[in-house]
């Protein structure tokens, strides 16, 4: 039997029309008082798990968040939607804190957003003593894992939680996590009884894109340039010096961009962040520090220039484009020398051989997800337990590569690096083996005589970027491996005998041909917002009028209308409140305020 409160909360705060999903399950779990764990994808309506059933059941919601950056436009967001919301952090001062501990203590709060670290200090948790908790949401809950990418150990102390309140129910949200690291989350939350809802894991409008590095700032820019010109993204780096560079890059190409990592000032770090939140058309450039809980809809691609170390990571991240629903794109470059640097990295890592060997399985699914045949979402989703068949939107299966049979191929790379392994003292990496195959005369080669040796020059029929995929796809299947000695020089491993001695059959990737681009040709970019000619005008001047309002209040476009309501609304043409208020995503309170407003924006566009 439903709840017919949360579906009143439903439309009437929030103006969707119906839960989607597993939504109503989980709401309605909750609102019974029940523990649920949820994993669900970015985008996919997380936070009214817990922002419905706080609104339905008596006292507070206390949403644990570790996101103190982003807590004012959560904030800001529920505040427009007419919920009494507020947060407790580091960014205020002592009068503001005391507002809010009053607010929390007289009842008059809906949902009170606090950082773990501030949650189980002796204060916060005595002043939660003094009010009433509708429930607690711990958002972002893989950060209690210790395997996972994002480690906060202050989530470690979350699990006192049930022991202090143990009749408050508590909710755990997190957009990605395999059974493994599930069950570590309700191991160290103390969620053993809790209800596991896992909604599907794909994101079917997000357009996933693996290509080959090569002069990759060129390849990065001509991606934003032909496809996403103007438009909001992130570009992830593997390092802080990376991220200046490419920054600087793209602003010097008229690509409006700002750098984010641990190194900027925790003030350069918030304005940027703020820019990017509230302007459109900026790229944030940025390491793994940024993008936790980015709540902005309309980022259009999310691009890697470096290889990722998993691929939880990996989709954690580009799950960050597309949230309002419409065509993103997930684009990344890598090559031979991400293989060679993450195996190094690895190697260099302090930890026991446990820890060492689960991060070599987390790249080994991140390699085979960029060297793989099949559908990148069939690949991606199956490393999740989700099963799907092939997508049509993704690189794979648009422009399907071919395989060739590349064990000669092979025998001819693992015979060069066994004869050089044998030179005591010397190492040499994949630049010099490709040299070697291909018979290319260095001063090297020269010195070291290595144009005697038997394998020099019986590679000619590969061109320099084949070796190097061919090189690249043995480190990934293991039959290469990066020696232990810090300089990046590749050995055998057990697996490379078997196709020394031609026992094993080796089917590579052989990349499409990209067809040549004029330069003055035809850009590639298509509309994201797909309307008739005639209703575009409604909605560039809604677009504006939204910009003026948000401008005025102070909050990132997004928090007042999400593209996707303005995009239904011209196309519905509302022509009174009652018909305005039927659209998803306009509620009560919005209705109210801006009703009037959008019609006369509909009646006379500009």
């Known amino acids: 039997m439903s709840d017919p409160r949360a579906l009143g909360v439903l439309q009437r705060v929030f103006g969707y029309e119906s839960f989607r999903g597993e939504q109503q399950a989980i709401v309605e779990h909750v609102i019974g008082g029940g523990d649920a764990l949820v994993l669900m994808p970015t985008g996919g309506g997380k936070s009214l798990c817990y922002q419905v059933p706080a609104l339905v059941r008596e006292g507070t919601g206390i949403v644990v968040s ?222 793994i520090a940024f993008g936790m809980g980015i709540d902005k809809p309309d980022v259009r691609f999310v691009a890697h220039i470096d290889l990722p170390k998993s691929v939880e990571g990996y989709y954690q991240e580009t799950g960050r484009a597309g949230r309002d629903g419409l065509p993103a794109t997930a684009w990344l470059a890598y090559g031979l020398q991400d293989v060679v640097q993450q195996r190094r990295m690895i190697d260099e890592s302090p930890g026991d051989d446990g820890y060492r060997r689960r991060l070599g399985q987390q790249l080994d699914a991140m390699l085979a997800l960029c060297e793989t045949v099949e559908c990148r979402r069939v690949r991606l989703l199956a490393y999740f337990g989700q099963n799907i068949t092939a997508c049509g939107n993704c690189d794979v299966c648009l422009e399907p590569p071919e395989t060739w049979d590349g064990t000669v191929a092979a025998q001819k790379v693992l015979s060069a690096v066994y004869r050089l392994g044998k030179e005591r003292g010397q190492r ?80 590579l990737r052989r990349e499409p041909e990209k067809k040549a681009r004029s330069r003055g040709g035809v850009r590639t970019k298509a509309p994201v917002i797909d309307l008739p000619a005639d209703r575009m005008p409604v909605f560039e001047a809604l677009r504006a009028w939204r910009a003026e309002v948000a401008r005025g209040n102070g909050v990132p476009a997004y928090v007042i209308f999400h593209d996707a309501t303005l995009r239904e609304i011209a196309l519905a043409e509302p022509q009174s409140l009652q018909d305005l208020g039927h659209i998803s995503g306009v509620g009560a309170r919005k209705l109210e305020a801006y009703g009037k407003e959008i019609l006369r924006c509909v009646s006379r566009p500009g």
């Open 66 to 287: 570790p996101l103190i950056a982003l807590m004012q436009d959560q904030v800001d967001a529920l505040t427009e939607l007419g919920v009494r919301a507020a947060f407790l952090n580091s960014t205020q001062d002592w009068q503001q804190v005391r507002e809010v501990e009053q607010a929390f203590v007289a009842g008059e709060l809906d949902l009170l957003y606090v950082a773990p670290e501030r949650l189980l200090t002796d204060r916060c948790l005595q002043l939660l003593e003094r009010g009433r908790i509708a429930l607690f949401a711990i958002d972002e809950a893989h950060c209690v894992s210790q395997w996972g990418h994002d480690f906060r150990p202050e989530y470690l102390g979350l699990s006192m939680l049930h022991e202090r309140w143990p009749d408050v129910p508590r909710i755990a949200l997190t957009a990605t996590a395999t059974a493994d690291t599930r069950s570590e989350i309700a191991q160290r939350l103390s969620l053993d009884q809790a209800r596991h809802f896992v909604a599907s894991f794909d994101r079917p409008n997000i357009r996933y894109r693996i290509i080959e590095k090569n002069e990759v700032r060129r390849q990065l820019l001509e991606m934003i340039r032909n496809e996403h010109e103007g438009d909001s993204g992130v570009v992830y780096c593997l390092s802080r010096a990376r991220v200046e560079d490419t920054a600087n890059f793209l602003c010097e190409q008229g690509i409006h961009a700002l750098p984010y990592h641990a190194g900027l000032s925790a003030q350069v770090r918030a304005e940027n962040q703020s820019r990017f939140l509230r302007e459109d058309g900026v790229v944030m450039v940025a390491t």
């Open 428 to 507: 040499y990496g994949a630049g010099h083996i490709i040299d070697i195959l291909r018979g290319k005369s260095s001063e090297r080669t020269r010195q070291h005589d290595h144009e005697s040796l038997s394998v020099f020059g019986i590679g000619a029929d590969l061109s320099e970027s084949a070796w190097r995929g061919v090189l690249r796809q043995l480190l990934a299947k293991g039959l290469l491996m990066v020696d232990h000695d810090g300089y990046g020089t590749l050995a055998l491993t057990e697996a490379s005998r078997n196709v020394l001695r031609g026992e094993t059959q080796l089917m």
